[in-house]
């Protein structure tokens, strides 16, 4: 069972104008905001908390994006928009410091879609969900829980008796040509079709094996798997870089075989994780010391927006923060994963 996973921008904005006591409005002036994600109530509990610097403009309105500040408290990717009401807290130093006077609180009225799909769980543990098996009769496909399609009958006429078209025939290890010619199948087996980058069960173990998150299969250790245990993703067991600043070059640190283990480099389909699956990394194998991993920032191949220079998403991983920063300017390291 494969899986696709958009990542959309941990972050939303946010407008206000600022007066100073008498009610005049201060413009082009530097100020100091806290923002807090409270829960339950105006008087609830902070679930995440991040500060900024910002300036006004002369009309006296400035602007930031919440979730893209500097982390005080919480996790804003962690924030479970389904379990509100939400309110934004906002304090402001109107001197540019941290001497908070200025306090407001509203309501989160509408939480962005994007970031409530954001808390969707990944795992898939329910038989009665919205999975259902296919089946084919002739032209029908079939679905387990009811309903079917019809597939479209397809006529290509041919009324040239001397065109391209042959009929094959199997004999052994031979593919055959109706109008001559014939291709030996070159035989295969599981070590062969694990080398050409594909993982099959009987490559990873025994036709029925399972796995569990922390076990050694395909070429890294399991951090991810589904609610059978035949399918989830690995994670390299080495850095393939210390230092990778673009994309490109996380990719070409990636497909170099030079810089995998000895077990990885039997494989070519590694990718970069997304912000998501670096999360799980860190969680599932970082904090419980597995997965050889620096105590230190890595990439995920999730970008913040289009703005230039391209900022992306990366972990560190000494306390599971995540950050956004340009990739063109900043070098952190690169672990490959994959899927089977």
Known sequence: ?????????QKFSYQAVVRNA???????????IRASVLRG??????VYSESHTATTNSNGLVSIEIGGGTLLSGRFMQINWASGPYFLKTEIDINGGTNYTITGVSQLLSVPYALFAGNVNYSDTSATNELQMLSRSNDTIFLSRGGFVVLPEVHIPDTSSSNELQVLSLKSDTLFLSKGGFVKMPTMDSADIAKMGFITRHALGSGSATYKVGDTAGGGIVFYVNSTGTHGLIAETVDQSSGSKSYGMS?????NPAN????GKEYHDWRIPTLFELDLMYNRLHTKGLG??????YWSCSFADNSLPIPGWYINFSNGSSSTTPRSTTSHRVRAIRSF
Request: without cysteine; aromatic residues 2%; charged residues 15%.
């Open 22 to 32: 008498s009610q005049a409005l201060l413009s082009n002036k530097t100020v100091g």
């Open 41 to 46: 109530s105006a008087g609830g509990t902070a």
């Open 292 to 297: 050889g991993f620096a105590s230190d920032n």
């Open 1 to 9: 069972m494969g899986s696709i996973k958009a990542q959309s921008p």
């Open 260 to 263: 995998h283990s000895k077990a």
């Open 251 to 255: 990719e070409d640190a990636i497909s």
